[in-house]
């Protein structure tokens, strides 16, 4: 009898430590391809409050009038400082998934060190550029590898460039120090 429960006991200590050891420190403020730090492409905005535990949550609920059911929440630091603001799949359901995170601090950074601070020379040197977009006041870089959408506004772009709408912008025409506007993470789930 007693060598079946030191077997049972035996086989509980393995298990235990395999298990252990499948759960590696994640760190806080990496940009993945399906993350950023905690958050996961499978995060549920009901377990936003235990992600952020030690952060203040808001959250904006519009209406249909204006906003077309807008469901914004904003993490910032007890501090005060703004961290990110997330987009849910679903308005209004606790159960959805996250849609889309913009990054507001940059100590969020991918493996590549790119942060809200880099410049258009970083995310060039770093990462595969899928596309560029030209829009009104801002070109948007998209880059498929972190599921990541880069603004830089075309105040950053030679005068010559700002105004075409129809110019089909390329890596070339983006100044090296042109500077991130807003930094997107998207999530098709």
Known sequence: MSKRYFNLL????????????????????????????LVTDSTQVKDLKTIFI????????????FAGNTNTIE???KGGGKLLSITPQQTLDSTSVIKSVRLFDPRYKTKK?????SVF????????????NNLINSVVITVNDIN?????DKNELPENLRHDMDLKYTSENIPNDAKIKYFFIHWNN
């Open 75 to 77: 993490i910032y630091e």
């Open 121 to 132: 020379k970083d995310i060039k040197a770093q990462h595969n550029i899928s596309s560029i």
């Open 148 to 152: 990541a959408s880069i603004t830089i």
């Open 10 to 37: 035996f086989l509980s200590l393995v298990f235990t430590a395999c298990t252990k050891t499948k759960h590696i420190k994640q760190n806080p403020f990496e940009i993945g391809k399906q993350h950023i730090g």
């Open 54 to 65: 030690n952060d203040s949550l808001v959250t904006f609920i519009s209406g249909d009038e």
């Open 113 to 117: 060190n790119i942060t809200t601070k």
